[in-house]
């Protein structure tokens, strides 16, 4: 990914969790100039982000209930996020007691995400299994490693059989995504 669109979506999680964050903070925790975050917002908006500045120094938020969600974690940020408080425990007493309480909300929503995907994940394969006719022979489930390489990109080999009266055809069709 390119260092200005991960500076893009970095300004966007930043606003996000910092709704009022001024410029020049923006330009400080993405380690670019002040002149530079005014050109990425321009982008932004133009991409249809509303993002809203109160005026010179005053900060920007978003426009109505715009926000990025879900949280969209890779497998490694969540474990590196769930690694926090054994981190913190040497400095137990510097951390603010409403951190525990925020750190809770945010894994309670990540696990929340998770569930909710597996459960979107197995209504989409009840539902092709249930268009199956009572007529056909049952066949195993080929939609779920499908749907999983889907949202969890990865690469499948996948062989199709096509047979028609007089011969067989093999086809192999090789997803990436």
């Given amino acids: 990914m390119s260092e200005k669109l991960i500076r893009l979506v970095r300004i966007i999680n930043l606003i996000q969790s910092?709704?009022?964050?001024?410029?020049?903070?923006l330009a400080d925790r993405c380690e670019?100039?002040?002149?530079?975050?005014?050109?990425d917002l321009e982008i932004l908006s133009a991409a249809r982000i509303p993002i809203m500045s109160d005026g010179?120094?005053?900060g920007n938020r978003f426009v109505g209930n715009f926000s990025l969600y879900p949280l969209d974690w890779t497998e490694e940020e969540?474990?590196?996020?769930?690694?926090?408080?054994?981190?913190?425990?040497?400095?137990?007493?510097?951390v603010p007691p409403?951190?525990?309480?925020?750190?809770?909300?945010?894994?309670?929503?990540?696990?929340?995400?998770?569930?909710?995907?597996?459960?979107?994940?197995?209504?989409?394969?009840?539902?092709?299994?249930?268009?199956?006719?009572?007529f056909q022979e049952e066949h195993s489930n080929f939609l779920s490693p499908v749907i999983h390489a889907i949202l969890h990109p990865q690469t499948i080999e996948?062989?199709?059989?096509?047979?028609?009266?007089?011969?067989?055809?093999?086809?192999?069709?090789?997803?990436?995504?």
């Fill in 32 to 39: 670019t100039t002040e002149r530079t975050i005014y050109r």
């Fill in 56 to 58: 010179y120094g005053k």
């Fill in 98 to 134: 409403d951190f525990y309480t925020a750190y809770e909300k945010v894994m309670a929503t990540h696990q929340k995400e998770k569930k909710d995907l597996e459960d979107v994940l197995q209504k989409m394969v009840s539902i092709i299994q249930m268009g199956t006719p009572s």
């Fill in 158 to 177: 996948v062989s199709i059989t096509h047979k028609v009266v007089t011969s067989q055809q093999n086809v192999c069709l090789i997803l990436i995504i």
């Fill in 78 to 94: 969540a474990v590196a996020f769930g690694m926090m408080p054994k981190i913190l425990d040497p400095v137990n007493h510097l």
């Fill in 18 to 25: 910092s709704p009022g964050i001024k410029s020049k903070e």
